[in-house]
Every structure is written in structure tokens, then in C-alpha cells.
């Protein structure tokens, strides 16, 4: 059973584009929803991050848009880069006592020139 | 740098053998995960400790077991390799930080085969 979907599969974005991956989720007691970025041969790391009680949350340029009544975020990178090429994973986390992240499927986004 | 490690960083092993990855951490988090990352599954959680000697189970617990003796260590074994095993194991860490379980921090991971 498969808590947060998340999609597209594969994006190709042209360099200076910008970026959205999609994420949904079910389960209203999720509260913290994080997105981690992983380059090849390497952990995945935490990009951004979100609480439901905010719409969106900027870093750079790293967006994340918050829909609390949807059971839907997204991230938007604005002006991509050939170096923000990697694969992004959408999560969520509900603080009802056992200590875990749920993960989406993951996005393979590749940025070309 | 979440000062975490995981040995080793390659196996090849034959079905039906034991194996036994490690995680090491310097930090003191108290929080640790082991992950399996498979195409078109993404990161599913296999078992998580949230002290020493507390661990439970995650989503694909069958045919792995853990053990945590120490803060800094967290081991998975594979009583008995399974071909199905064969995947990227990701060791995770978070609490010390923040104080929170959430931020999780991750390894460089473990490639593993079972021919």
C-alpha cells in the first residue's frame, strides 16, 4: 500500500526551465513532508522541507507548494541547472509514534542543455 | 557530512550465506534506519532502532534481522541471501540535532548482489 504517490517517473527540463515534481498522500496525520535529492552513487539527501501549517516554503531555488485540502505538495526548481540533474524523493512523516518516513517512488530528473 | 558510514560499500555473496552490513555513526543520534532501494520502489524501510537495543520492524522486514549493541552501531543481517536481496541498502540516522526523528541523514550505501 503505497502512502504517497508521487510522479512523473522521468522529467527532462531544458536548462533555465523550471522544474515540478508532484507528490499525494492519504493520510491526514502526515505533518512534516520533506524532499531529499540523490545524485548517482550517492545517499539522498535533504533538499527542503515542509510543514501543512504553511502554503510554501522557499530555499534558493527550491520551492515547495503546499495544498493542506488537496492531500498535495509539489517542488518547483526554478532557473534548472545541469547540475540539479538527480533523482528526487518526496516524503512525509506523521508524528503518531513510530518513527518513520514514508517515501515516494521517486522522479529521475535530467536538465539539458 | 552527518558523520556516517557504512561498511562494506560492495558485496557479492551466494545464495544461502549470511551477511552482515554495518552502520556507524559519530554523532549520538539516537534515531537509526536501514532502507532497501530498489527501481520503482524508491526507499522502503526494513527495520529502525530508536535507542539501544529498541528496534522494530519497518515495510520489508522478512528475512532481516538487526541488532544494535551501542549508539554508534546498527547492523541488518541476512540470516540466508536471497537473489531478492540483491539491492542498494541505506543506512539513516537522525534525533541528534534536533532532537527530532524526522530529519533523517543518510549513508553512502551498500551495493549487494546475490548470484
Known amino acids: 500500500q503505497q502512502q504517497v504517490k508521487q510522479s512523473p517517473q522521468s522529467l527532462i527540463v531544458q536548462k533555465g526551465g523550471i522544474s515540478i515534481i508532484n507528490c499525494a498522500y492519504e493520510n491526514t496525520a502526515f505533518d512534516y513532508f520533506p524532499w531529499y535529492q540523490q545524485f548517482p552513487g550517492k545517499g539522498p539527501a535533504l533538499l527542503i522541507a515542509?510543514?501543512?501549517?504553511?502554503s510554501e516554503k522557499k530555499e534558493g531555488r527550491f520551492t515547495i507548494s503546499f495544498n493542506k485540502s488537496a492531500k498535495q505538495f509539489s517542488l518547483h526548481i526554478m532557473d534548472s541547472q545541469p547540475g540539479d540533474s538527480a533523482t528526487y524523493f518526496c516524503a512525509a512523516w506523521a508524528n503518531f509514534g513510530n518513527e518513520k518516513l514514508t517515501f515516494g517512488t521517486g522522479t529521475r530528473l535530467t536538465i539539458i542543455p | 557530512d552527518a558523520g556516517i558510514t557504512q561498511s562494506p560499500r560492495h558485496k557479492v555473496t551466494e545464495t544461502g550465506t549470511p551477511v552482515t552490513l554495518r552502520c556507524h555513526q559519530t554523532e549520538n543520534h539516537r534515531y537509526m534506519y536501514w532502507y532497501r532501494q530498489d527501481p520503482g520502489h524508491g526507499l522502503r524501510l526494513i527495520h529502525y532502532s530508536y535507542g539501544v537495543k529498541d528496534t522494530d520492524k519497518g515495510e520489508v522486514s522478512d528475512g532481516y534481522s538487526v541488532s544494535r549493541s551501542k549508539t554508534e552501531d546498527f547492523l541488518l543481517t541476512l540470516e540466508s541471501a536471497t537473489s531478492s536481496q540483491t539491492s542498494v541498502y541505506f543506512c539513516?540516522?537522525?534525533?541528534?540535532?534536533?532532537?527530532?526523528?524526522?530529519?533523517?541523514?543518510f549513508g553512502p550505501g551498500t551495493r549487494l548482489t546475490v548470484t
Open positions: 539513516a540516522i537522525s534525533g541528534a540535532r534536533s532532537g527530532r526523528a524526522h530529519e533523517q541523514y
Open positions: 515542509i510543514r501543512p501549517d504553511v
